[in-house]
């Protein structure tokens, strides 16, 4: 990586993101070819992404929910 290109990850370290300070490449004259450079394990960084399921508020999870509330009596 380099500068300019800054991974985002969240409190588990899992990498989220990628953010590209465009103003930071102006500044400092780097062109789109040496940012593409820079991303060049970008593919890396697609493949170990870990992708968490959110669980859906559909029938079966709400008929689920329901036969555990009742096993509580």
């Known amino acids: 990586m380099m500068n300019g290109i800054n991974i985002v990850t969240d409190e588990k370290g899992n990498t989220k993101a990628i953010m590209l300070d465009l103003v930071y ?33 559909d029938w079966e999870s709400a008929k ?8 509580l009596k």
């Open 25 to 57: 490449f102006k500044k400092e004259q780097i062109d789109a070819k040496k940012v593409i450079e820079g991303l060049s394990d970008l593919q890396k960084l697609i493949d170990e992404s870990v992708v968490t399921s959110k669980k859906d508020n």
């Open 64 to 71: 689920s929910k329901l036969e555990q509330l009742k096993n």
